[in-house]
């Protein structure tokens, strides 16, 4: 959210100031091309040592590799849009996950699995639901409140599944990770239907401007008598329902639920929206910049892969780019993170 000029700065010449700068100077953009020069700095360095790395296999599976990221990520991005932040999207994954698996022990046949779609789906809409209610309703912070349904997420998971792994063995349901058509997969054709839904919704409708407004100065949103509560709300249901529906993806490409299986994504679920441009601030960014952050995270996790670089290292790596990210993002929005 926007914070009002303190005593010490003068709006006056802050915008004489603003009206004389060159709009390419403008903070943000200059942040987000930090981000796409680097990010151009190691792909194309990389394409030319390692030609595989830009076949159309490496890319299909760079893409599959980040479908599950990219949904967790979408809807991460709306939250942080609205002004808030979702810690619990990745234990939403694998209560999700166990679920559809519970649901299809011992059932074969395509209506089982869609039952076993629509019961993952619906545990992260409910967990959503819960999470926008602590938040708008009995006024959580965000921050609070996820991190606590990140542990309920991941107790249920657990109790559903008995601490054990659930084995799938229904074809329908393995099928989604394994049918692809013209050579793409179908969890590709989901994450990229999702972007374009959620890019239409933001972009075109009141709803969207809504968001936007109260994750920019949630006091004017209340002001001009916005409904800040039902936005809110719905923003987290739409993080839950996402991250639900990547538990389901997940579980058909290990053929299994686990309920610790997503633990660890909310990482890559908060960074992806903010190298994409997203501000942690709220109010600032676009939906295409969650999808660009998980693609720049995907494409440099696939390239240390191929360069042979130890997991390890990788965590690290990802580490300062999430830092850097934040600093950019800092910098970008004028505001001091503490």
């Known amino acids: 959210m926007s914070t009002a000029p303190t005593?010490?700065?003068?709006?006056?010449?802050?915008?004489?100031?603003?009206?004389?700068?060159?709009?390419?100077?403008?903070?943000?953009?200059l942040a987000s091309l930090v981000v796409w020069i680097a990010?151009?700095?190691?792909?194309?360095p990389l394409a030319i040592a390692q030609p595989q790395f830009i076949s159309f296999y490496n890319i299909i599976s760079i893409l599959m590799l980040i479908s599950v990221y990219a949904l967790i990520g979408f809807g991460e991005g709306v939250v942080v849009l609205s002004g808030g932040i979702d810690l619990s999207v990745g234990s939403i994954v694998g209560l999700a996950g166990v679920v559809a698996a519970v649901i299809l022990t011992g059932h074969s046949g395509v209506g089982w699995c869609?039952?076993?779609?629509?019961?993952?789906?619906?545990?992260?809409?409910?967990i959503g639901a819960f999470n926008g209610i602590a938040v708008a309703l009995l006024n959580i912070p965000s921050f609070v409140a996820t991190l606590g349904t990140l542990s309920i997420?991941?107790?249920?998971?657990?109790?559903?599944?008995?601490g054990q792994q659930i084995s799938i063995d229904n074809d329908p349901f393995l099928n989604i990770s394994i049918n692809a058509y013209f050579g793409i997969p179908i969890p590709i054709y989901i994450m990229f239907i999702v972007f374009l839904l959620l890019w239409l919704v933001l972009s075109k409708t009141r709803f969207g401007r809504y968001i936007y407004a109260v994750g920019?100065?949630?006091?004017a949103a209340f002001v001009a008598g916005l409904p800040i509560r039902r936005v809110l709300i719905s923003a987290f249901v739409i993080s839950g329902g996402l991250s639900g529906l990547a538990g389901v993806l997940l579980a058909a490409q290990i053929t299994a639920g686990i309920a610790s299986t997503g633990s660890g994504y909310e990482l890559t679920a908060i960074a992806a929206p903010v190298i994409g441009g997203i501000s942690l601030a709220g109010g600032r960014g676009s939906i295409a910049g969650a999808l660009f952050?998980?693609?720049?995270?995907?494409t440099i996790d696939n390239g240390l892969t191929i360069l042979n670089v130890s997991p390890f290292y990788q965590h690290i790596i990802r580490g300062f780019i999430i830092i850097l990210a934040v600093f950019l993002d800092?910098?970008?929005?004028?505001?001091?993170?503490?």
Do not use: E, M
Not at 39 to 44: G, L, P, T
Not at 116 to 126: D, H, K, N, S
Not at 293 to 298: E, K, T, Y
């Open 216 to 219: 920019g100065n949630i006091q």
């Open 153 to 162: 997420a991941l107790g249920v998971g657990y109790v559903f599944s008995a």
């Open 114 to 126: 869609l039952v076993a779609i629509a019961g993952g789906v619906l545990a992260g809409l409910l």
């Open 39 to 44: 990010f151009a700095c190691y792909v194309i």
């Open 293 to 298: 952050g998980v693609i720049l995270l995907g």
């Open 330 to 338: 800092t910098i970008a929005s004028r505001r001091k993170l503490v």
């Open 7 to 29: 005593s010490t700065q003068k709006p006056s010449d802050d915008a004489a100031t603003a009206a004389r700068r060159p709009a390419f100077f403008n903070r943000q953009r």
